[in-house]
């Protein structure tokens, strides 16, 4: 069975950093495709970064690039996803996702909640002064 879970949520001041977790188990991390996507209140979910973990090609949505950075670690099963300069627009629920034949890339965007059949319950992230 895919599980996926998230955590390191939580609340943080304007410029602050965070460092959110998917755990995973039920997959082998070199042949999936893992995405973190956001959902704000009232708004659309949005893809907000990939890693396709076996080679480290990965994909950036335009408005946290230079600021988040997603990473691997295969031994643990983990995902990573690196939030530095957090602004009060990036507050939302962050999910991340899975799927088994998706490749990431810089140049495969905007990211498409569809295609990732696996997904986490999320961790809230508030950013407020």
């Known amino acids: 069975e895919v599980q996926l879970a998230e955590s390191g949520g939580g609340l943080v001041q304007p410029g602050g950093t965070l460092k959110l977790s998917c755990q995973t188990s039920?997959?082998?991390?070199?042949?999936?495709?893992i995405s973190w996507f956001r959902q704000a209140p009232g708004k659309e979910r949005e893809g907000v970064s990939c890693?396709?973990?076996?080679?480290?090609?990965?994909y950036y949505e335009e408005s946290v690039k230079g600021r988040f950075t997603i990473s691997g670690d295969n031994a643990k099963n983990t995902v990573y996803l690196q939030m530095n300069g957090l602004k009060p627009e990036d507050t939302a629920v962050y999910y991340c996702?899975?799927?088994?034949?998706?490749?990431?890339?810089?140049?495969?965007?905007?990211?498409?909640?569809?295609?990732?059949?696996?997904w986490g319950r999320g961790t809230q992230v508030t950013v407020s002064p």
């Open positions: 890693i396709s973990v076996g080679d480290g090609s990965t």
């Open positions: 039920g997959l082998i991390l070199d042949y999936v495709a």
């Open positions: 996702a899975a799927d088994e034949s998706y490749y990431c890339s810089s140049g495969h965007g905007p990211l498409d909640p569809q295609i990732f059949g696996y």
